[in-house]
């Protein structure tokens, strides 16, 4: 084995983010969740390989890691041990980005992968070996990776719709817009349905400047009575929607596109998600899921969103 003089490289650079990705992977374990408010979060967070945990295997790894950079800067041994694992460990966190882009984001996830790469880097400054082309390749092509897995978190969590009435979490979701009269004919058919308080979540869509100015109307606490007299006619004196209104109709107009969606309204249950307008048959009866309470088919009355900004879906 080869003695290296601890003068002349220092593993700080490495020790910091893989201590830190310990911390965190192991609290993770151990069920505390941080980070965790994404979509992927706690689907990733059931994973197993061998048994183990994903946030398990992932403290062993940065355990190995703190080990071997702690020992690196005596033994050359260890200085390449750490270079493989490395190397091994990022090309896996690539393909995971990689099925994160396919599939669902996870912000934990990102976090640990932002800390594997700043590991990465650490050793790059701290070992001149640690230059080579082939980790600097890998370091590319886990860039490339990541960039997508961070704007798709980031649009989950800062575009998501905002319901006007109802909560996000509720079993059945309704996109509707005021100008539209097949709008109104589902959204009040849900509405007179007995037993559904809370269950449902409505979310506007301004579909053109009418739309606008009813949805503005709606100012404070909105309950069925305010929703149902969104569809009345508005004045052309009544106030501008304001920037946060605008921001939040222009959230529920991206989800709806996210869907796939070209029409409203669109009714989405857990079980069933329709990319074309659907009327809701009531089907309720006592000690039914909310999910049951609707069997839902296609219609053709819907209003397009290709229709001109300023056009009224008659």
Known sequence: MTAVDSRQVSPVAVV?????????CALNAAGAKLLCVSSGCDIYAGYTLGGLSINLLGA??????????????????FRRGLYAVLLAGLLLDTLFLIWQILYWPCT????????????????????????????????????????????TAGKELLLQPWPILGSVGAPVT????????TCEKTVVDILDQAGLSGQVAFYPIAKNQEDLRRLVRLTGQVGEAELRRVFAPAD???????L??????????MALARL????????????????????????????????????????????????????VCE
């Open 244 to 253: 946060t209104q605008r921001w939040r109709l222009a959230r529920n107009k």
């Open 108 to 151: 934990s996830c990102l976090l640990v992968a932002l800390l594997l790469a700043l590991c990465v880097l650490g050793a790059r400054a701290s070992f001149p070996e640690f230059r080579r082309s082939v980790i600097n390749l890998t370091l590319l092509l886990w860039l490339v990776a990541f960039v997508p897995v961070v704007v």
């Open 260 to 311: 796939g969606a070209d029409t409203v309204p669109l009714v989405l249950t857990p079980r069933l998600v329709h990319a074309t307008p659907v009327a809701p048959l009531p089907l309720y009866q006592s000690g039914s899921s909310p999910v049951d309470f609707y069997q839902v088919k296609p219609i053709e009355e819907g209003c397009s969103m290709a229709a001109p900004e300023d056009e």
């Open 236 to 242: 052309e004196i009544d106030a501008k929607p304001g």
């Open 16 to 24: 910091i983010p893989t201590a830190l990705g310990l911390i965190f």
């Open 60 to 77: 062993v790894f940065f355990a190995v890691l703190l080990l071997l950079s702690l020992l690196s800067s005596r033994l050359a041994l």
């Open 174 to 181: 309704v996109y509707f817009s005021p100008t539209c009269p």
